[in-house]
Antibody
Framework: VQLVQSGPELRKPGDSLKISCQHS????????IAWVRQMPGKGLEWVGIIYPGDSDTRYSPSFRGQVTISVDKSISTAYLHWNSLQASDTGIYFC?????????????WGQGTLVTVSS | IALTQSPGTLSLFPGERATLSCRASQSVTSSLLAWYQQKPGQAPRLLIYATSRRATGIPDRFSGSGSGTDFTLTISRLEPEDFALYYC??????????FGGGTKVEIK
């Protein structure tokens, strides 16, 4: 399994943005996919997680209402979406997946998408 | 569940033993705790899951132990490629996964 993420983004405060994570292999609908943020020079923060099979989605309390996680099963891709970016959203966003049929720990990671929000 | 890692930085020579600590604010259900390694400019890499199980391809110099609220990652003999950041993560609370703040292992 590989996770390939979309490229770096530079946006202004108030902009909307959707970044993507494409899953290779045939187990997309049977494997949870999470998003993890890393702010510049800081540690890892869990954003949320989705099960593509039924779109069961769970958010960290810190991110609930700030972002939306979704999937498009037809192209094995997960998304992280913002309606209105803030400067504090700047960071690297990784998608990550546990082994098929497992939950919670992440054996496979995408390469990361750098999101920069600046006026 | 909040995770506190210590020390913040560990300065050691190659060949030495590294002991990294991860303390949880409450008991981690079923010892569902993982460890990751991250190098500059790279994504994290899974080392250990379920407290003590090594992920695929991880050398046996890496080992994990612990239960309840106290967990340890041990690197028996540091190789040059082991100098990096290390994070613990609990997944015993499925609606609130959390990471520790990280420990940097640097060359002395």
């Amino acid at each position: 399994v590989q996770l390939v993420q979309s490229g770096p983004e530079l946006r202004k405060p108030g902009d909307s943005l959707k970044i993507s994570c494409q899953h290779s292999g045939d187990a997309f609908t049977k494997s949870w996919i999470a998003w993890v943020r890393q702010m510049p020079g800081k540690g890892l923060e869990w954003v949320g997680i989705i099960y593509p099979g039924d779109s069961d989605t769970r958010y960290s309390p810190s991110f609930r209402g700030q972002v939306t996680i979704s999937v498009d099963k037809s192209i094995s891709t997960a998304y992280l979406h913002w309606n209105s970016l803030q400067a504090s959203d700047t960071g690297i966003y990784f998608c990550a997946a546990p082994p098929r049929d497992y939950y919670g720990y992440f054996a496979t990671w995408g390469q990361g998408t750098l999101v920069t929000v600046s006026s | 569940i909040a995770l506190t890692q210590s020390p913040g930085t560990l300065s050691l020579f190659p060949g030495e033993r590294a002991t990294l600590s991860c303390r949880a604010s409450q008991s981690v259900t079923s010892s569902l705790l993982a460890w990751y390694q991250q190098k500059p400019g790279q994504a994290p890499r899974l080392l250990i899951y379920a407290t003590s199980r090594r992920a695929t391809g991880i050398p046996d110099r890496f080992s994990g132990s612990g239960s309840g609220t106290d967990f340890t990652l041990t690197i028996s003999r540091l190789e040059p490629e082991d100098f990096a950041l290390y994070y613990c993560q609990q997944y015993g609370s499925p609606l609130a996964l959390t990471f520790g703040g990280g420990t940097k292992v640097e060359i002395k």
